[in-house]
């Protein structure tokens, strides 16, 4: 952090994780059946995110992740994009493993990765470099926080995108959509991308989910007694890091594009410049 504390330029090390799911329908309307490589507006959807973390001040190097990546790095538009981009010497591409947290492990084990981390995927394409350096920027403000997840509200979400199907964590005064964005602080990086391989497994496993972050924390969460601050609590003491929620004010960073219902709502906000006015707090 610079003296006078605000974030340094290019303060982030980049993943970008472009992976695809098994039997994934929007893979499979995309060219070389990659999720990535879906085209809105004429353009690969990678490339959206990609010029929003070219355009972000806190962003560092970018390091594309996904299996048989080649199929990304070697599609014409976007060896198009890399020779004519100034800031292709950024981006690099590598290889992923079975999931998006073991394809972080493998990333931090093998490059030479410095200081903070921030990870991002590739079905993001609304996300704009002012909501990117807002959580950037909120982040490296956090002294106290390993780990820092970028959250907006339903309130917002549904405000701006009244008619689109999200999953919500509800919690007390409020429901939650992740926004697909991690920070991984300096130093923690690959100690927490390992918590994030074990949450990941025990997920597909209830109880032993239940059990990892305690029954206190589920029966708050089941009788409406669980916040926002408490449930990360929860989640740190589990981890044993010091994981934070930052709120985005932007509902459009929580719109990913996971259902073909997704496209033409995309297409209209990057038509319309890729914003979306939330209302304000209060």
Request: proline share 5%.
């Amino acid at each position: 952090m610079a003296e006078n504390g605000m974030p340094e330029t290019g303060s982030f090390s980049t993943i970008l994780l472009a992976g695809d799911r098994a039997a994934d329908l929007l893979a499979e309307i995309s060219p070389c059946n990659r999720k990535a490589l879906l085209s809105l507006n004429g353009r690969p959807m990678i490339l959206h995110v990609l010029d929003t973390l070219m355009s972000t001040p806190s962003v560092g190097s970018v390091t594309v992740v996904a299996n048989r990546v080649r199929e990304i790095s070697d599609y014409s538009a976007v060896c198009e994009w890399c020779s004519s981009s100034d800031h292709r010497d950024r981006v690099r591409y590598t290889e992923g493993a079975g999931s998006p947290a073991a394809s972080v492990v493998a990333a931090l084990e093998t490059l030479p990765l410095q200081g903070a981390l921030l990870v991002t995927t590739a079905d993001s394409p609304l996300l704009t470099a002012q909501t990117l350096e807002q959580f950037c920027q909120a982040t490296l403000l956090l002294d106290d926080a390993d780990v820092s997840v970028g959250v907006a509200t339903e309130r917002d979400i549904r405000a701006a995108f009244p008619y689109a199907r999200r999953t919500y964590i509800r919690l007390k005064g409020n429901g939650y959509s992740g926004c697909n964005l991690f920070a991984l602080m300096s130093g923690v990086g690959s100690r927490a991308a390992r918590m994030w391989c074990e949450v990941e497994d025990r997920r597909k496993h209830p109880w032993h989910l239940i059990s990892y972050f305690g029954l206190s924390t589920l029966f708050r969460a089941l009788f409406g007694q669980l916040d926002l601050e408490g449930a990360f609590a929860a989640i740190s003491r589990s981890m044993g890091l010091r994981v934070k929620a930052v709120i985005l004010t932007d509902p459009v960073a929580a719109m990913d594009v996971d259902r073909p219902e997704h496209i033409p709502i995309a297409e209209a906000v990057l038509s319309k410049g890729g914003t979306a006015v939330a209302p304000a707090h209060t």
